[in-house]
């Protein structure tokens, strides 16, 4: 199945992310400055009750989550207070959920024949989304669907039927438009993994040199590649620019570490006790979302807030209740999926 590639690819753990044809004017690769500050947030662990592993992949804007449990068994919604799980009709396993602010829930499943399919969802109501089967010399074999905004326009992938070839595309689900979306140094894999309210796209790609993520802004693309990593994917932008991901590190094989990517500047996202971090998502308020690894192996979704900073010693002495009187610190604010 397509999902087998995709892990192979990307070494997910589980089967768990408008306009014309775009057209690709400028390509630019970031000079990535290395990790070198480590932003404070605080953690939340998110478990839905009972089972014995969570995973978020989407957190909105009002801070409403969606995800996974439990191997694929059923996707969830939490709104910080109670959980619902839920899964289109027939489903078997499901895997990366998105949801916009509007209630939108978009994501993809195995149906009864382990057939891979996308959809989407508004209330009780499923759409069952197919890619078009028409790119010259191609089938499609399996369709994805990651994110969508508030506008409706949703970002994901098809597989041909071999399941040799991935393609992105943007969707607009109010004229079920589909439009490619092109990485020129891409070869077999491209990935949509998340968009916002401008429209821009992250992703992750193949080419000849490695697997990396990327930034779609305006036809402009940025190449994301966390320093020193093997692998590197981008999975949410938020409307201020600022992306989170995941990726692997040389040195350690298949861990999963996750980051925050912030105007070219890296901040390595580790969650407290975890052995390995995967981040999924942002909203514009700057919480991320994702889920981590404890020391025994088991998965936990978690939502992290970060930790406003001082700037001065006053601030310092209100956060602290310490006189600091030879030591001001001064941090410079840099940010230090995949399943």
Request: with cysteine; glycine share 10%.
């Amino acid at each position: 199945m397509s999902i087998q590639s995709l892990k192979k690819d990307l070494h997910l753990p589980d089967k768990s992310k408008i306009c014309s044809v775009v057209a690709i004017a400028a390509v630019s690769f970031s000079v990535s400055l290395p990790a070198n500050a480590s932003t404070l947030y605080n953690f939340q662990t998110i478990d839905f009750p009972g089972q014995t592993e969570t995973a978020v992949s989407s957190i909105n804007n009002s801070g409403q989550m969606v995800g996974t449990f439990t191997a694929g068994q059923s996707a969830f919604l939490f709104d910080g207070k109670k959980f619902t799980a839920f899964k289109p009709p027939g489903a078997g396993e499901v895997y990366i959920p998105g949801i916009n602010d509007v209630g939108q829930i978009v994501g993809s499943f195995f149906d009864a024949e382990d057939i891979p399919r996308a959809y989407i969802k508004k209330g009780d109501t499923y759409k069952i989304i197919n890619y078009p089967a028409n790119p010259p010399a191609v089938t499609v074999g399996e369709t994805g669907i990651s994110d969508i905004n508030n506008s409706g326009v949703a970002v994901g992938y098809y597989f041909d039927e071999d399941f040799k070839i991935s393609r992105a595309f943007y969707l607009d689900t109010n004229t079920n438009t589909f439009t490619p979306i092109t990485i020129p140094e891409a070869t077999d894999r491209t990935y949509a993994w998340g968009n916002n309210e401008l429209n821009q796209v992250v992703g992750s790609y193949r080419s000849d040199k490695g697997f990396y993520g990327y930034f779609l802004d305006q036809g402009e693309i940025t190449k994301l590649e966390f320093p020193g990593s093997s692998l590197t994917a981008a999975y949410s932008v938020n409307d201020a620019g600022t992306i989170v991901g995941s990726f692997f590190r040389q040195e350690t094989g298949r861990n999963l570490y996750g980051f925050v990517w912030n105007n070219g500047v890296f901040t390595e996202i580790k969650a407290p006790g975890s052995t390995q971090t995967f981040v999924s998502s942002i909203n514009d308020s700057g919480e991320i979302a994702g889920y981590y690894f404890d020391t025994v192996g088991v998965k936990h979704g978690f939502v992290a807030t970060k930790v406003p900073e001082p700037t001065t010693i006053f601030g310092s002495l209100l956060a602290f209740g310490v006189l600091l009187t030879n030591l001001v610190v001064k941090r410079k604010g840099n940010y230090s999926k995949l399943t």
